[in-house]
């Protein structure tokens, strides 16, 4: 029996699931790398999944799992310098096989080695997730859809609202005009009672219809231009470097190393990361730490945003994003106060087509933002351009 603190197992299991894992799994594929990112050990799951043999890989640079287009993104490298850095490095992307074909690999890498500061040994682990993908992409194509249906829903209200609104005006300016005519016949009133207050209710029917179309639209506006995905993310971190210094917080930053250009509203976005940023700042104690990487997959850029602060109590996870949300008991937790500022990120966002997400064990545990926005304008020409797709 091994005894580590709080975890527990059997030696003869643990040794049982060596052999699986390296020798017996094909679900799963397993291949350590060292410092200089050359291939060190492989498994039979990595055979599988990629069709080459260990024979064929070991001394290899991993580069050679990367497509091409993330090859000279140099993805490789930072997949392994965040694993450094943060102490692992997530990546979902295409990935390629013996034969030229790509499946869709959902990874992570580790530090498996070190030489005082320095990592000298590396473990990526990874799967098969192109049936995920697949389905996603049509999740993604319903999604789409269902948004065409509600701009054309929003276009039939914002008619419906106008046409409504067109003979209103007149009839209400006809019954104004016989209750002129009417002050000497008392008969007269009941009528004009009734259609004036009917006139008044189709009035509110109208307002409510107009009220819903501009919900639906939108109030706020963005502005696309072309900018650099990391000068972008560097500005904000400057923006927020008097106020970490003031609680001596260091602010740790891994971007991929060669300029990533992406069309988005550049003022809109630094303004969700400047909150994000803020908010990492204002719930991590003194000396704390705030992690903040970003990576991109074929159609999106995504950024992580970890600190080592209070986290959110689970039942306030549903709602941090939502206007006015406040904590339970006035208390000073994440989601105190308005609540402006995260549903300010996740408006921006969805202006973008975007998402963003938070995770966070609780209280004390610290939390996690992920932020997720297409590279490129979906409404421009770009747009064609659209992710390979696999047989």
Request: charged letters at 25%; a negative charge; hydrophobic letters at 40%.
């Given at each position: 029996?091994?005894?580590?603190?709080?975890?527990?197992?059997?030696?003869?299991?643990?040794?049982?699931?060596?052999?699986?894992?390296?020798?017996?799994?094909?679900?799963?594929?397993?291949?350590?790398?060292?410092?200089?990112?050359?291939?060190?050990?492989?498994?039979?799951?990595?055979?599988?999944?990629?069709?080459?043999?260990?024979?064929?890989v070991?001394?290899?640079?991993?580069?050679?799992?990367?497509?091409?287009?993330?090859?000279?993104?140099?993805l490789d490298?930072?997949?392994?310098?965040?694993?450094?850095?943060?102490?692992?490095?997530?990546?979902?992307?295409?990935?390629?096989?013996?034969?030229?074909?790509?499946?869709?690999?959902?990874?992570?890498?580790?530090?498996?080695?070190?030489?005082?500061?320095?990592?000298?040994?590396?473990?990526?682990?990874?799967?098969?997730?192109?049936?995920?993908?697949?389905?996603?992409?049509?999740?993604?194509?319903?999604?789409?859809?269902?948004?065409?249906?509600?701009?054309?829903?929003?276009?039939?209200?914002?008619?419906?609202a106008?046409?409504?609104?067109?003979?209103?005006?007149?009839?209400?300016?006809?019954?104004?005009?016989?209750?002129?005519?009417?002050?000497?016949?008392?008969?007269?009133?009941?009528?004009?009672?009734?259609?004036?207050?009917?006139?008044?209710v189709?009035?509110?029917?109208?307002?409510?219809?107009?009220?819903?179309?501009?919900v639906?639209s939108?109030?706020?506006?963005?502005?696309?231009?072309?900018?650099?995905?990391?000068?972008?993310?560097?500005?904000?971190?400057?923006?927020?470097?008097?106020?970490?210094?003031?609680?001596?917080?260091?602010?740790?930053?891994?971007?991929?190393?060669?300029?990533?250009?992406?069309?988005?509203?550049?003022?809109?976005?630094?303004?969700?990361?400047v909150?994000?940023l803020?908010?990492?700042?204002k719930?991590?104690?003194?000396?704390?730490?705030?992690?903040?990487?970003?990576?991109?997959?074929?159609?999106?850029?995504?950024?992580?945003?970890?600190?080592?602060?209070?986290?959110?109590?689970?039942?306030?996870?549903?709602?941090?994003?939502?206007?006015?949300?406040?904590?339970?008991?006035?208390?000073?937790?994440?989601?105190?106060?308005?609540?402006?500022?995260?549903?300010?990120?996740?408006?921006?966002?969805?202006?973008?087509?975007?998402?963003?997400?938070?995770?966070?064990?609780?209280?004390?545990?610290?939390?996690?933002?992920?932020v997720?926005?297409?590279?490129?304008?979906?409404?421009?020409?770009?747009?064609?351009r659209?992710?390979?797709?696999?047989?």
């Amino acid at each position: 029996m091994t005894d580590t603190g709080n975890l527990y197992w059997k030696r003869e299991d643990a040794e049982a699931l060596h052999v699986l894992l390296l020798e017996k799994t094909r679900q799963y594929g397993i291949m350590f790398y060292d410092a200089g990112l050359r291939i060190t050990g492989w498994n039979s799951g990595a055979e599988f999944i990629t069709g080459w043999t260990a024979a064929e890989v070991l001394g290899q640079p991993t580069g050679m799992l990367f497509i091409p287009e993330d090859r000279e993104r140099k993805l490789d490298e930072h997949e392994a310098s965040t694993a450094a850095l943060v102490g692992v490095g997530e990546d979902e992307r295409w990935h390629m096989r013996r034969d030229g074909s790509w499946f869709w690999s959902s990874g992570v890498s580790l530090p498996l080695h070190r030489e005082g500061e320095r990592v000298t040994g590396f473990v990526k682990i990874f799967r098969d997730a192109t049936h995920l993908r697949v389905r996603t992409r049509y999740l993604e194509n319903e999604l789409k859809a269902s948004g065409e249906r509600e701009a054309e829903r929003d276009v039939f209200l914002g008619t419906i609202a106008h046409e409504m609104r067109n003979p209103l005006s007149p009839l209400k300016t006809a019954v104004q005009l016989m209750r002129m005519q009417a002050r000497e016949a008392a008969a007269m009133d009941r009528p004009l009672q009734v259609m004036e207050r009917q006139l008044g209710v189709l009035e509110h029917l109208v307002e409510d219809l107009v009220d819903v179309a501009r919900v639906n639209s939108g109030k706020m506006s963005i502005r696309y231009e072309q900018v650099e995905y990391q000068a972008l993310l560097n500005e904000a971190v400057e923006s927020c470097t008097t106020a970490a210094q003031f609680k001596n917080i260091t602010i740790h930053r891994s971007f991929p190393p060669l300029p990533i250009a992406v069309d988005v509203d550049a003022r809109r976005i630094q303004q969700v990361f400047v909150n994000l940023l803020n908010n990492a700042i204002k719930f991590t104690p003194q000396g704390g730490h705030v992690w903040l990487t970003a990576t991109i997959d074929p159609t999106h850029f995504i950024c992580y945003m970890k600190d080592s602060g209070k986290g959110i109590e689970p039942n306030m996870l549903p709602r941090i994003f939502d206007v006015f949300t406040q904590a339970e008991g006035g208390r000073a937790e994440r989601g105190a106060g308005l609540g402006i500022g995260l549903a300010l990120v996740k408006e921006i966002v969805s202006l973008h087509q975007g998402t963003v997400e938070v995770r966070s064990e609780g209280a004390g545990k610290g939390a996690e933002f992920t932020v997720r926005i297409p590279l490129h304008r979906p409404s421009s020409e770009r747009d064609a351009r659209n992710e390979p797709e696999q047989p």
